[in-house]
C-alpha cells in the first residue's frame, strides 16, 4: 500500500490522496486507486477527532449521552441512599468523562463549561441539593 499526494488545480491548499493498490502504475491512478475523502470529524475508538482537533465534537456528543442520564436516574433520587447514589455515578458517568480525557482535556475552556455545568446540574439532580452544596460534592468526586 502506498499512499501519494497529489495538488490539485495547482492549489497548495487543496490536496488529494490515493492509496495506490498493487496494479497501480502511478500513470493510471484515478481509474485503479482509492481516493482518501477529507471529513469534518470522525468517530474513531470511542473517540470524535475533528479535523482541527479542537474536540467541540466529542465534547457535544459527551454533553448529550450525560443529558440522556437524567431520565436514567430519575428514579434513584428518592430511592437510595447517598452511597449508593455515589457509586452510580460513579459507574454511569465518571466512567463516560474518563474515557479517552487525556487527548480531549486541552479543549477550548467553552466547550469543556457546557460539559461541566451538565455534570454539575446532573448531580445536584441527583442529589436534590442546592448549588452551594454542589462545589463540596464536586470536590469529592472529581
Do not use: P
Not at 77 to 92: A, N, P
Not at 109 to 134: A, D, E, P, V
Request: proline share 0%.
Amino acid at each position: 500500500m502506498h499512499f501519494r499526494i497529489y495538488n490539485t488545480n495547482h492549489n497548495i491548499y487543496e490536496k488529494k490522496i490515493y492509496i495506490h493498490t498493487s496494479s497501480c502504475n502511478y500513470s493510471n491512478c484515478i481509474v485503479d486507486c482509492y481516493l482518501l475523502e477529507e471529513v469534518d470529524n470522525i468517530k474513531y475508538l470511542g473517540l470524535f477527532y475533528d479535523n482541527n482537533l479542537k474536540w467541540y465534537t466529542h465534547i457535544h456528543f459527551l454533553t448529550k449521552t450525560i443529558r440522556k442520564l437524567f431520565y436514567i436516574l430519575k428514579d434513584i433520587r428518592y430511592i437510595c441512599r447517598i452511597q449508593h447514589k455515589l457509586i452510580i455515578y460513579l459507574s454511569l458517568v465518571q466512567s463516560i468523562l474518563n474515557f479517552g480525557i487525556e487527548f480531549w482535556h486541552s479543549a477550548y475552556t467553552s466547550h469543556i463549561n457546557n460539559l461541566s455545568r451538565t455534570i454539575n446540574r446532573l448531580i445536584k439532580y441527583i442529589l436534590n441539593k442546592s448549588s452551594s452544596n454542589i462545589i463540596i460534592i464536586n470536590k469529592l468526586i472529581l
